[in-house]
């Protein structure tokens, strides 16, 4: 069980909701996911980007990541001059990741551990950005509405969301529960304007919603934005034009495999008629000198019967 931060919620009875279990049980697991997907998905790198670049903009500000998970973001954004970070989870297995990269004393002084869904463990107004970052996709209809109320009560500034975009539908059963949530209109009934902005990448769009003093100071350069999703379209058609030479070559190695094996199998059958061969030619030497000793023993007794056969032998 991961150390409990100091600052760790009053804990009630939790959810045993599939989806949240699954993030509380494997969440340690995502450290080295993480690190595997960001070698062939851009995406990764590209939030990271859009995430540092907003804070830095943004700056003098008090932040809380919702579902900070192993701190991918928290470890970028603790880098910038005048950015108060923070982050809460419900999975304390994933805020064990955290101390790949932070002391423990900071992660107990920055990051809380608590429950799943209920009123969150800060007083009102406590930061000026609130931020998710592809976590509202893993939590229930049913509880995604409270956690949002939560987010405007404890926000000042304005809350910014990197999630799902509507285009890109969500895999129900992955993680034991993902869903897809209409942002804007579930800030509605919560009486808040939520603007959608555009995207840096395909998969997540920008969400923001201006609840106070500090306002946004920044939105991202369109420009700039437009040159992130060439960027993430090439190298994922790179990505696909080399997965697509490993699959070819696993078939071509295949086929090799398959050759070789036949191959070795012909040179065994070979070696064994060779073999074969060698024996019948050992037997067959062994009798032609079987048969040359009787010849010439046959060819000795007609020399001494033709000798003893001679006139004047006085053989008879």
């Known amino acids: 069980m991961p150390h409990e931060s100091s600052q760790s919620a009053e804990r009630g009875p939790e959810s045993t909701a599939a989806n949240y279990l699954y993030w509380q049980q494997h969440g340690g697991e995502w450290v080295s996911e993480y690190e595997a997907r960001k070698r062939n998905q851009p995406l990764y790198h590209i939030q990271e980007f859009m995430l540092v670049e907003y804070m830095m903009r943004n700056a003098p500000a008090r932040v809380l990541e919702f579902g900070c998970g192993v701190g991918r973001h928290l470890r970028n954004l603790l880098a910038i001059p005048d950015i108060d970070?923070?982050?809460?989870?419900?999975?304390?297995?994933?805020?064990?990741?955290?101390r790949r990269w932070a002391e423990q004393a900071?992660?107990?002084?920055?990051v809380i551990v608590g429950k799943s869904t209920g009123p969150l463990p800060y007083p009102d107004r406590s930061f000026d950005i609130v931020y998710t970052a592809e976590v509202l996709v893993h939590v229930r209809p049913e509880d995604v509405e409270g956690i949002l109320h939560e987010l405007i009560r404890i926000c000042k500034g304005h809350?910014?969301?990197?999630?799902?975009s509507p285009d890109c539908r969500v895999t129900a059963n992955s993680h034991d529960g993902c869903w897809d949530h209409d942002l804007p209109g579930l800030y509605a009934r919560l009486g808040r304007t939520c603007d959608?902005?555009?995207?840096?990448?395909r998969v997540h769009t920008p969400y923001r919603v201006v609840l106070g003093e500090p306002g946004p100071r920044f939105t991202w350069s369109e420009n700039l934005l437009a040159m992130y999703r060439i960027m993430e379209q090439s190298l994922a058609e790179g990505f696909g034009d080399l997965n697509?030479?490993?699959?070819?070559?696993a078939v071509a190695r295949t086929s090799l495999e398959v050759q070789m094996a036949d191959l070795q199998s012909r040179i065994g059958r070979e070696q064994e008629a060779r073999s074969q061969a060698e024996s019948q030619l050992a037997q067959a030497l062994a009798t032609c000198r079987e048969l040359r000793s009787r010849?010439?023993?046959?060819?000795?007794f007609v020399r001494r019967a033709r000798y003893l056969l001679r006139p004047g032998t006085g053989a008879l």
């Open 295 to 300: 010849l010439a023993a046959v060819d000795e």
């Open 196 to 201: 959608v902005l555009p995207r840096g990448y």
């Open 159 to 164: 809350i910014l969301h990197l999630e799902r």
């Open 106 to 110: 900071w992660i107990d002084a920055h």
């Open 85 to 98: 970070v923070h982050g809460y989870d419900q999975s304390p297995t994933m805020v064990a990741g955290c």
């Open 244 to 249: 697509q030479q490993l699959c070819d070559a």
